[in-house]
């Protein structure tokens, strides 16, 4: 039986840029993110339907699945490091929002993830499992997860990092400022601050009341760490924030730091039910899922791909039937992956990343109202 057309094109277009410590491993790995793409699915089972053309039993195909995510020849610096680089090379000079998260897996496993918020959603530039039965993790555990995506992002690019409670760690933000990222943070209650006139608080002690917002310059945290508040409450929050930055607080803090959820969230979805179905995978270690997790980034970069070339071809129509774009790029992709599949038709040269940052999709007016609504405070104090 002849090898599909799909996983013959990414091997094509992917022997381009990745060059394998065996050239075997690459026409796998194009295998694999091909079965991904067309199964939609991250348990290696799913996939054995599009591995038909080895023509050998089920049990066979998954002992080749498990040997190759299992192989520690496979890595992320190998084979999605440079498709990465391939797809940002345009980005020379832009300004990038990346997030800092966490994602917790069966109670056991934790996925550390740097990400670009991008169109409404994200994607991964680096991530690691490991073992781990909290999402709150130590610097060490992700500075290398920090190290791998700095490696990939573009010269010259203005970077905001972002990141949830629990990374208020003076390594991280030490880091982030040795290379000249800027960063917010947002901090959990119980964090002591020094304000300018020299008196330590905690961050509870200095939560608004309702509908109002205090931005309070020049204070100290973690001993010796120079930095900004900015804290709110708001009745349509479930709870107060507060965000620490290097920049100077405006309410302009809180937009910047809201864009984590509009881009973090919905990615974590994509891997849980949206997209990829990860709770159905069989793999119970930490380095086999990284590599998994890497398969998923890699195929999340083709959908996307494919999902630009649907939007600079002008047929966002035959895929999305709302009014305006109401599909994220990573379901745009995947549909017109779909379809030229199943019309035998080549699927487009893989594209880099545009020069822009597409707004989010809206499926509905609902959507649309939440996206345009403006928050008003009663009352705004500076310190």
């Known amino acids: 039986m002849s090898a599909p057309l799909l996983y013959r094109q990414l091997q094509t277009q992917l022997s381009q840029w990745i060059t394998p410590k065996d050239k075997r491993h690459l026409q796998v790995f194009a295998e694999n993110v091909a ?38 020849h496979i890595t992320a610096e190998r084979f999605y490091k440079p498709l990465l680089q391939q797809f940002l090379k345009t980005w ?23 990400c670009l918020v991008w169109g409404g959603r994200s994607f991964p530039l680096s991530q690691k499992v490991i073992e781990h039965r909290s999402a709150m993790v130590a610097f060490e555990d992700y500075r290398s997860v920090l190290e791998a995506a700095a490696v990939v992002v573009p010269s010259d690019c203005s970077v905001t990092l972002l990141a949830d409670r629990g990374f208020e760690h003076g390594e991280l933000i030490r ?29 509870a002690d200095l ?23 900015a804290t709110a409450t708001l009745s349509v929050a479930q709870e107060s924030w507060a965000v ?11 937009a910047i730091y809201g864009q984590r959820f509009g881009g973090i969230e919905p990615h974590f979805k994509d891997y849980q039910s949206a997209a990829f179905e990860l709770p159905r ?16 980034a890699a195929a999340t970069i083709i959908a996307l791909s494919i999902s630009i070339e649907v939007l600079f071809q002008g047929q966002l129509q035959a895929i999305d039937w709302h009014g305006q774009r109401g599909l994220s790029f990573l379901q745009i992709g995947l549909r017109q992956l779909q379809r030229l599949c199943y019309l035998g038709e080549l699927i487009p040269k893989l594209r880099s990343l545009p020069r822009c940052n597409p707004p989010p999709a809206c499926a509905s007016l609902k959507k649309q109202e939440g996206i345009e609504t403006r928050v008003q405070f009663a009352k705004v104090t500076v310190y």
């Open 35 to 72: 079965a991904i793409l067309q199964s939609e699915s991250a348990c290696l089972a799913h996939w054995l339907s599009y591995l038909s053309h080895r023509q050998c039993n089920a049990r066979s195909h998954l002992e080749r699945l498990s040997y190759f995510v299992h192989n520690p």
């Open 92 to 114: 020379t000079g832009m300004a990038m929002t990346l997030t800092l998260d966490t994602s917790l897996f069966w109670e056991q496993y934790c996925l550390i993830e740097v």
């Open 175 to 203: 880091w982030a400022t040795a290379r000249q990222w800027s960063w917010a943070i947002r901090a959990k209650s119980d964090l002591n601050i020094t304000l300018a006139s020299g008196t330590c608080v905690s961050v």
């Open 207 to 229: 939560l608004p009341p309702a509908e109002q917002a205090n931005l309070f310059h020049h204070v100290t945290i973690l001993e010796d760490i120079e930095c900004h508040l």
């Open 244 to 254: 620490i930055t290097d920049r100077s607080p405006s309410l302009q803090t809180f």
């Open 281 to 296: 995978s069989r793999l119970r270690d930490a380095l086999a899922l990284t590599r998994l997790m890497m398969l998923l």
